[in-house]
């Protein structure tokens, strides 16, 4: 077992400076508390004081880290996670990182102190490799994000497919100039998926289609707006939007009738996670459907079982179908496509 002496070696200050940084002493340098930290979660080292209160004993507490809790993809997510924990006498605690990586490693130090038996990572910010030490203290379940380099459960959606028919759909409805909207890709599995299924689809009808654009860093309505604007400018608009979530679609919808343009005869929008923003806009916004209650109790059986098991280190993947919910924003006349 670690002592406070291995985390001084290995930080390369004195005990003394540990101590300090362990006691939130306010006068550490930001440089100091890092060196600190970084130490302490490579060796696995935890305060006295914490190890001596929760050592045999469980929190009955699972921390739960979304991006942005306003989204409804994971408000929705969230009231379904704390329904099943719940029926296995657990709570949850709800961290919102701002897509920040250091908000998420502030809150995967809850594992760390032993404040909960397990973590629900819903996106990832930082790399596997700065994540996995924290694995030491207890059980990680991924939930909708998942990354190849992780060897601990995943949840997720068939991101690619998804995309792929949605795509299918506004090609088949005729349309020749796309634009795939997103967030960022540079380390989202689920956006690089989409985009996947994106291009597959495209692919298969490359002779019909007469350009191909892509736009990031789109997660809200506001940014749906702004996406909307931003075409305006261009030379050939499209006439058919993919969009990353129902929000950014909605604020497409929005700037779109702002400038007098009809939807979907100008311009088709099709969104993601088939939130009520869908079905109350003006058109309906065609949507991919994602079976959020499904995924979050195979997630809460995960982290029960591995709470309870303490294997940690062990990659099981699920997978959850997709479906397409055609509706205003792509045809006149709605229906549902299984």
């Given at each position: 077992?670690s002592?406070?002496e ?9 005990r003394?400076t ?7 002493h306010?006068?550490?340098s ?12 490579t ?8 190890a ?11 921390a739960?880290?979304?991006?942005r809790?306003?989204?409804?993809f994971f408000?929705?997510?969230i009231?379904?996670?704390?329904i ?7 709570k949850?605690?709800?961290c ?5 990586p ?10 760390s ?7 629900i990572?819903?996106s ?19 939930c909708n994000?998942?990354?190849d380099e992780?060897?601990?459960p995943?949840?997720k ?7 792929y028919v ?7 409805q ?10 960022s890709?540079?380390?989202s599995?689920i ?6 299924g ?14 191909v ?9 506001e ?8 075409l ?8 058919a939007?993919?969009a990353?979530?129902d ?7 929005l ?16 969104g ?9 806009m003006?058109?309906?916004i065609t ?5 959020v209650?499904?995924?979050?109790k195979?997630?809460?059986?995960l982290?029960?079982?591995?709470i ?9 993947v699920y997978?959850f ?6 509706k205003?924003?792509?045809v ?6 299984a």
């Amino acid at each position: 077992m670690s002592t406070i002496e291995d985390v001084a070696r290995l930080a390369g200050l004195s005990r003394t400076t540990v101590s300090r940084v362990i006691n939130n002493h306010p006068y550490v340098s930001e440089d100091k508390k890092k060196r600190v930290k970084f130490a302490m979660n490579t060796l696995g080292f935890v305060p006295n004081s914490a190890a001596r209160r929760l050592r045999k004993q469980r929190t009955e507490t699972v921390a739960v880290l979304v991006p942005r809790v306003t989204n409804p993809f994971f408000s929705r997510l969230i009231e379904s996670l704390e329904i099943f924990a719940s029926d296995h006498k657990y709570k949850l605690i709800i961290c919102q990182t701002r897509y920040l990586p250091e908000k998420e490693l502030e809150y995967l130090e809850l594992l760390s102190t032993k404040q909960v038996d397990g973590i629900i990572l819903c996106s990832l910010q930082n790399k596997w490799s700065i994540v996995e030490p924290y694995l030491q203290h207890g059980p990680i379940v991924m939930c909708n994000e998942y990354t190849d380099e992780a060897h601990i459960p995943m949840v997720k959606f068939n991101q690619a497919e998804g995309a792929y028919v949605a795509t299918k759909h506004l090609l088949e409805q005729g349309h020749r100039r796309l634009l795939f909207c997103s967030g960022s890709d540079k380390s989202s599995m689920i956006v690089q998926h989409r985009k996947k299924g994106f291009l597959h689809a495209v692919s298969e009808h490359k002779e019909q289609v007469d350009s191909v654009e892509f736009v990031e860093d789109a997660y809200d309505m506001e940014d749906g707006c702004r996406v909307f604007r931003d075409l305006l400018d261009t030379k050939e608009n499209p006439t058919a939007i993919f969009a990353g979530g129902d929000e950014v679609a909605a604020g497409i919808i929005l700037e779109a009738k702002r400038h007098q343009w009809s939807i979907p005869e100008q311009l088709a929008v099709i969104g993601f996670d088939n939130q009520l923003l869908s079905e109350i806009m003006e058109p309906t916004i065609t949507t991919v459907c994602q079976p959020v209650d499904q995924m979050a109790k195979k997630v809460i059986e995960l982290m029960m079982e591995k709470i309870r098991t303490k294997t940690y280190k062990k990659q099981e993947v699920y997978e959850f179908e997709l479906e397409l919910m055609i509706k205003g924003s792509t045809v006149k006349h709605t229906t549902v496509l299984a």
